[in-house]
Nanobody
Framework: QVQLVESGGGSVQAGGSLRLSCAASGYTASKVCMAWFRQAPGKGREGVAALYVGSAPIYDVTYYSESVRGRFTISRANAENTIYLYMNNLKSEDTAMYYC?????????????????WGLGTQVTVSS
């Protein structure tokens, strides 16, 4: 059974940083697409960043929404089956529940891909 578990959320002041983690179990995170989405209260789900996890880091490909490009970084962790989302210069509009997602049809990767597995989310709150 595949499980995605997010962690690292919390409350931070504007301008601060957080690192989110997504640990996958029952799943081999290699040659697959993984991503972070977020949903703020009263708003739709938004793709934040996606990572094609290649057979080696040199083959990884990243995708970002314009709202976070230059501030957020998605990357694989040294631990197997784990990815990170480094969030810097956080703004109040980044406040949302953040979800990890994995696996898409034919491993097509990007923020508009159709992801098969989802975590339960971790809350990020940024105060101004």
């Amino acid at each position: 059974q595949v499980q995605l578990v997010e962690s690292g959320g919390g409350s931070v002041q504007a301008g601060g940083s957080l690192r989110l983690s997504c640990a996958a179990s029952g799943y081999t995170a290699s040659k697959v697409c993984m991503a972070w989405f977020r949903q703020a209260p009263g708003k739709g789900r938004e793709g934040v960043a996606a990572l094609y996890v290649g057979s080696a880091p040199i083959y990884d490909v990243t995708y970002y929404s314009e709202s976070v490009r230059g501030r957020f970084t998605i990357s694989r962790a040294n631990a197997e089956n784990t990815i990170y989302l480094y969030m810097n210069n956080l703004k109040s509009e980044d406040t949302a529940m953040y979800y990890c997602a994995a696996e898409t049809p034919e491993n097509r990767c990007g923020l508009n891909a159709d992801f098969k597995y989802w975590g339960l989310g971790t809350q990020v709150t940024v105060s101004s």
